[in-house]
């Protein structure tokens, strides 16, 4: 059984993680950057490091939430990045941040499910997700819509939580992810669920060697695993 974020309500993962991110989208980047103490920002940094070799030019965000790993894509120059979520809340909040910086001309970002892309095969230099596939309602279906819709040679970029596995930050992390952080999350969103489903799915997410495993099914070749900052994340590289 999946992990969802409201347990007392009817729905599919997919409408209750919409449902979520629309009530926490006005606070989710200062929740995002406090909760992570700011290297939220090094680790999107670091993985779009890794697509400078490739140098693609149309570029798509999945889960673009907010729209920072597709804002943090500008520095590979790309021609176009569209970025896609499910949470108007969450892309009406992104909009504003693009339109800021000017950049509505290579950044567009709109509705649209993950595990059912209405691109055409083929069609994007690279895919990019940044703390999303582990919301999706089916893994392996969603990675394997990423997979058609990227051109072959094409590089797949997917940052994630991960679970520390070494003593004492294993220990620490855990307390922290159960009690520190759905109490903070409660208190600054006001929606108790949200940060309270957060750990729980970190918990449930095959990471690691379980992720590339079901990455290699979904049509992924040359994948890799990256682990960051004491292995409380990952980046996992996979190429079509």
Same mark, same amino acid.
């Given at each position: =059984?999946?992990?969802?974020?409201?347990?007392?309500?009817?729905?599919?993962?997919?409408?209750?993680?919409?449902? =979520?991110?629309? %009530?926490?989208?006005? *606070?989710?980047?200062?929740? %995002?950057?406090?909760? @992570?103490?700011?290297?939220?920002?090094?680790?999107?940094k670091k993985a779009i490091g890794y697509l400078?070799? $490739?140098?693609?030019?149309?570029?798509?965000?999945?889960?673009?939430?907010?729209?920072?790993?597709?804002? /943090?894509?500008?520095?590979?120059?790309?021609? *176009?990045?569209?970025?896609?979520?499910?949470?108007?809340? =969450?892309?009406?909040?992104?909009? /504003? *941040?693009?339109?800021?910086l000017g950049k509505q001309d290579i950044i567009? !970002? $709109?509705?649209?499910?993950? /595990?059912?892309?209405? &691109?055409?095969? #083929?069609?994007?230099?690279?895919?990019?997700?940044?703390?999303?596939?582990? #919301?999706? $309602? %089916? !893994?392996?279906?969603?990675?394997?819509?990423? #997979?058609?819709? =990227?051109?072959?040679?094409?590089?797949?970029?997917?940052?994630?939580? @991960?679970?520390?596995?070494?003593?004492?930050?294993? $220990?620490?992390? %855990?307390?922290? &992810?159960?009690?520190?952080?759905?109490?903070?999350? *409660?208190?600054?969103?006001?929606? @108790?669920?949200?940060?309270?489903?957060?750990? /729980?799915?970190?918990?449930?997410?095959?990471?690691?060697?379980? &992720? !590339?495993?079901?990455?290699?099914?979904?049509?992924?070749?040359?994948?890799?695993?990256?682990?960051?900052?004491?292995?409380?994340?990952?980046?996992?590289?996979?190429?079509?």
């Amino acid at each position: =059984m999946s992990v969802v974020p409201y347990k007392d309500k009817e729905g599919s993962k997919r409408e209750q993680v919409a449902e =979520m991110f629309d %009530n926490i989208s006005p *606070k989710y980047d200062l929740l %995002n950057h406090l909760l @992570s103490a700011g290297v939220d920002i090094y680790w999107r940094k670091k993985a779009i490091g890794y697509l400078k070799k $490739q140098k693609p030019k149309v570029i798509l965000d999945i889960a673009t939430g907010t729209g920072d790993f597709a804002i /943090e894509a500008l520095a590979l120059k790309p021609e *176009k990045i569209i970025g896609v979520d499910i949470s108007e809340g =969450m892309l009406a909040i992104g909009r /504003e *941040k693009v339109a800021k910086l000017g950049k509505q001309d290579i950044i567009t !970002l $709109q509705s649209g499910d993950s /595990e059912n892309l209405t &691109f055409a095969d #083929n069609y994007f230099d690279a895919i990019i997700v940044s703390f999303g596939v582990r #919301n999706f $309602q %089916n !893994l392996l279906a969603g990675l394997t819509e990423m #997979n058609r819709v =990227m051109k072959p040679n094409g590089t797949c970029v997917v940052v994630e939580f @991960s679970k520390p596995r070494s003593f004492p930050f294993k $220990q620490f992390y %855990n307390f922290y &992810f159960k009690y520190i952080l759905p109490l903070i999350g *409660k208190t600054v969103s006001r929606d @108790s669920a949200a940060y309270t489903y957060l750990p /729980e799915s970190v918990q449930a997410f095959p990471d690691g060697e379980a &992720f !590339l495993e079901i990455y290699k099914r979904a049509g992924f070749v040359n994948t890799k695993c990256i682990s960051l900052t004491f292995g409380i994340c990952s980046v996992y590289i996979g190429q079509k």
